[in-house]
């Protein structure tokens, strides 16, 4: 019934429309742009450019601090910042440029009865120009671009990486690592029984020593981790935004992806961006806790920077919170936290 | 030809009549663009402000939205339709069955398309494909939900989640009753243009709106069938136990029987459709801006065989460009580096484009009327949304934005925006051809200034959200403290989106209006060169008394001066108009 009442609205504000519309077409005018009409029109043009800029500019600087941090949080990310940056720099000055460009024209070629088009249709020049000027740059782009992703992809030769396995399911994370013969042992949804959920082969002798963890895992800093991906239900994406790492998890197959981690939990919340960004959280969560006491419920916990996976592929209701805390530690530490991990088999036993 | 018999039915409602399947693919297409829009609407009202209750959202979305907050469920399922009805049925078929009906008979000089009774049947399988798509939103346990790709196994297992039921199996019907109607359109349109074409119309004649539909349909033709096939085999894994896309699923206690399919290979064939569509969505509109562009500069259209070639490059280029959606996959990097090679190669014809977009622009003699406006920010928000591409399509810096609002934002102002404004440019300029009345041009200024406005306030701001790590079809990102600080600039996006929702009425209720009461359109009221404007105001079976007009030149001479460089006295010459003693053609 209330979906009528605002179908009732909206016809209503339709009629609004249809009177001011009546007003309009009531008076008798040019079918087509008048010489004051090509007057205002050019000048709204500047009033666009002004807005588009200015608004992109409004945005880089509010909404700077609000992004991930500039220090990347593994060696390979620094790769792809370093490329993200030059595009990024190319892409603000084409865009400034040819904006600048379009609504100037509209603006100052703005229709008037004195004036004449210019016949011009074509030049070769011209064209040869902005046709060679963008594939030489975009030549750059390219390989610079394969180079990275190339530099970034390869996981095969290694010098002794950590191996882990990311398993993924609707709606949750756990990780398995390799143990201390650093191989993961097979595993199939086929084996999936009581604790172990990863469905891990356990007659695999490569799968006696393997850890598994919920909730959050750790890495060392400064040794490079193979990650395995698996899902064993649909689609995930396994999103790591501050490593600059994403693969998808795929039923029936396993993908992979490899970086170094070169900042721990601890340096990072130390980084100026970091606690730049935390602040602006914490004031947040501080209004909304106020609201919330003067309603008698408990006020938020003020937010502490940590890692994390996220899931980046629709994969169902609760896709929104599907989430795993990331520790990065030096690697003593990473060492005693591994070390008190129990093994998968001895909790099936 | 022109004076037999029609009655209500054969004029109105099964008419083979070109023009009248225009507008009723036009108007099909309006009412679409009302849900699909309305929707966002609701789902940005969300986004804002997770924890309000709305009265507006429990009273459309029942019990998906009790106590006027909306569940995730319903939020996916809004956010799959937006996107299908978008893509699909506004910006495909109400942009592309508009206007190539409209213009291809008109501008080439036929009498209609190459056969009226396919065109027909054309229209109505697409009318029937909507109203499935529309009954789908509808069902009981929930609308189509996986996201509008729907990569199985979430679209494939009604276990996965709710919207993967009924609505699904409804989704799919409707686009494959869709599918055959886009085809049997594009073929229409592609032997129209090849077999139809008047007395002395070339191909190096035809005006770029023409180029842009045969291009169009030709992409269409190549890949539409592509996705059928895929959406058959999704319907063979979900009804009859088939293993194309699925393998070793363990979903609420148990395994299922499904062996050796890969999900992968869906969302190739899913993308070999679904990277061509963004140019089976962008192209018409390329073709209109420029049609607009040039008679409204007064001005040829800079560099007509540049256009021609470009439009072919990109054409050939995006049906090899599709495994840039998947990146991430973990497809070969070798594979992923011949994509990004071809992908980062559209830039050259796009840029092409643009700069002679604006060169059109340089020295002309810009009348401001309203689809001048429409398309200059065409071009304008094809820049803004183009540029980002450089970043999604190179796969290493794909790899920290893939599947986040910077996506979203990226292809909503390439693709979306841009063929939306191009839409309502052509919207603008033929009215006075398709219904021989004018829309009222004040309340047209208001309408594309509010639009270009709030578009760039929409977009602009979500970018950063996705620089900020902010992953897509999050129903709200409450769950994470991370994110947190990104509630002020979601709700910018809202205000700025519920502006630009808002203003859409004021073009609604400015086209309605006027279908009825506009005032009554001359011949050729833009002084435009091309043919449908030599065809008389009032619409008959034929388009035009007597013979068909021939054509003499091509259908960008404004402006022209004679061997001594002076203007001739009318700045505009059209296509049927011999040329003058001593000029020389272009």
């Known amino acids: 019934m209330k979906a009528l009442f605002f179908i009732a609205v909206f016809a209503a504000i339709s009629i609004g429309f249809w009177q001011i519309a009546k007003i309009f077409g009531a008076t008798k005018e040019d079918q087509t742009a008048t010489n004051k009409e090509n007057n205002i029109n050019g000048w709204m043009m500047l009033f666009v450019l002004a807005f588009v800029h200015g ?265 929104y919170n599907m989430q795993m805390k990331i520790v990065v530690d030096e690697v003593a530490d990473y060492n005693v936290w591994i070390n008190k991990q129990k093994t998968l088999a001895s909790k099936i036993n | 030809m022109s004076d037999h018999k029609q009655t209500f039915l054969t004029k109105y409602i099964f008419s083979t009549d070109h023009k009248m399947i225009s507008k009723q693919y036009l108007i099909t297409g309006i009412i679409m663009a009302v849900i699909g829009g309305f929707m966002s609407m609701l789902f940005r009202l969300q986004l804002a402000y997770p924890e309000s209750h709305f009265t507006i959202i429990e009273a459309f979305l029942g019990k998906g939205g009790e106590g006027g907050q909306m569940t995730p469920d319903m939020y996916m399922g809004l956010v799959t339709i937006h996107g299908t009805i978008m893509v699909f049925f506004v910006l495909t078929a109400g942009l592309s069955g508009t206007f190539s009906n409209l213009l291809i008979p008109l501008q080439i000089g036929a009498r209609d398309m190459a056969s009226g009774f396919l065109n027909m049947i054309s229209y109505w399988l697409f009318f029937l494909s909507s109203v499935i798509m529309v009954i789908s939103i509808f069902v009981h346990s929930g609308m189509a939900s996986a996201g509008w790709t729907i990569y199985p196994p979430l679209s494939a297992l009604p276990q996965a989640m709710s919207g993967s039921g009924l609505g699904m199996d409804l989704w799919l019907i409707s686009m494959a009753i869709f599918i055959a109607a886009s085809l049997l359109g594009s073929l229409n349109y592609i032997v129209t243009i090849l077999n139809l074409r008047t007395k002395g119309m070339t191909m190096t004649r035809l005006p770029l709106t023409i180029w842009a539909f045969l291009i169009t349909a030709i992409i269409g033709l190549v890949s539409f069938p592509v996705l059928l096939s895929a959406a058959l085999l999704l319907i063979f894994d979900r009804s009859f136990g088939t293993s194309f896309y699925l393998s070793d699923i363990f979903i609420q206690g148990e395994v299922l029987h499904y062996q050796g399919g890969s999900p992968i290979l869906f969302e190739h064939l899913f993308w070999f459709l679904g990277h061509p569509e963004v140019y089976i969505i962008l192209l018409p509109a390329l073709g209109i801006t420029s049609e607009v562009i040039s008679t409204n500069s007064r001005k040829p259209i800079f560099g007509y065989r540049a256009m021609i070639g470009s439009m072919l490059g990109i054409a050939f280029l995006s049906t090899v460009v599709w495994g840039h959606h998947m990146f991430v996959t973990g497809m070969n990097p070798f594979l992923g580096s011949v994509f990004t090679f071809t992908t980062l190669l559209i830039a050259i014809p796009s840029a092409v484009k643009a700069f002679n977009y604006i060169t059109t622009l340089w020295k002309g003699n810009i009348q401001y009327n309203v689809g001048m406006l429409f398309s200059i920010g065409m071009v304008s928000v094809f820049i803004s949304g183009g540029l980002t591409g450089l970043i999604l399509g190179d796969s290493a810096l794909d790899i920290n934005v893939h599947d986040t609002l910077f996506v979203v934002a990226h292809f909503h102002l390439v693709m979306g925006i841009s063929a939306l404004l191009g839409m309502f440019a052509g919207v603008y300029h033929w009215f006075p051809k398709m219904f021989g009345r004018m829309m009222n041009k004040k309340l047209g200024y208001i309408h594309f200034f509010i639009t270009i406005v709030a578009a760039y306030g929409v977009f602009f701001p979500m970018h950063f959200t996705g620089l900020a790590g902010l992953p897509r079809r999050y129903f709200n990102n409450t769950a994470f403290p991370l994110f947190d600080d990104l509630a002020p600039i979601n709700r910018v996006i809202t205000w700025f989106a519920l502006l630009g929702g808002s203003a859409q009425l004021i073009f609604l209720g400015n086209f309605f209006i006027s279908i009825f009461k506009g005032q009554k359109a001359v011949q050729n009221p833009w002084k435009a060169n091309t043919l449908e404007w030599t065809a008389p105001v009032e619409h008959f079976h034929g388009n035009w008394y007597g013979d068909i007009p021939e054509v003499k030149r091509w259908a960008y001479d404004y402006s022209k001066v004679d061997a001594n460089g002076v203007p001739y006295e009318q700045d505009y010459a059209p296509q049927n108009m011999p040329l003058r003693e001593g000029e020389e053609e272009f």
């Not at chain 1, 990347?72 to 990310?77: R, V, W, Y």
């Not at chain 1, 975009?138 to 992703?149: A, E, H």
């Open chain 1, 55 to 319: 608004l992109l500019i409004f945005c880089m600087v509010e909404y700077g601090d609000v992004l991930l941090p500039q220090l990347s949080a593994s060696l390979e990310g620094e790769d792809i910042d370093m490329l993200f940056k030059i595009t990024f720099g190319l892409i603000l000055f084409v865009q400034f440029f040819t904006q600048i460009l379009i609504f100037f024209f509209a603006f100052k070629y703005r229709g008037n009865i004195n004036r004449t088009a210019t016949f011009y249709a074509d030049s070769h020049k011209l064209e040869m120009i902005w046709t060679s000027v963008p594939a030489i740059v975009l030549t750059i782009l390219v390989l610079y671009g394969i180079y990275t992703w190339n530099e970034v992809m390869d996981v095969s030769n290694q010098k002794d990486p950590l191996y882990i396995e990311l398993y993924a399911k609707q709606f949750q994370w756990e990780a398995r690592y390799a143990g201390s013969d650093n191989t993961l042992g097979e595993a199939n949804v086929r084996n999936i029984k009581g604790i172990n959920t990863m469905g891990v082969d356990m007659n695999d002798k490569n799968a006696a020593d393997d850890i598994t963890v919920l909730r959050e895992f750790h890495i060392p800093k400064g040794r490079k981790v193979v990650f395995q991906f698996r899902s064993q239900d649909v689609l995930h994406s396994a999103y790591m935004p501050h490593f600059r790492a994403q693969m998808n998890c795929v039923p029936g197959m396993k993908t992979h992806f490899g970086f170094t981690p070169s900042v721990t939990t601890v340096e990072m919340r130390k980084n100026q961006d970091i606690i730049d960004k935390v602040a602006g959280i914490n004031k947040i969560r501080k209004a909304k806790s106020k609201v919330l006491e003067a309603n008698g419920e408990d006020a938020l916990e003020p937010y502490e920077f940590d890692y994390l996976l996220l899931c980046n592929k629709i994969c169902g209701a609760s896709h």
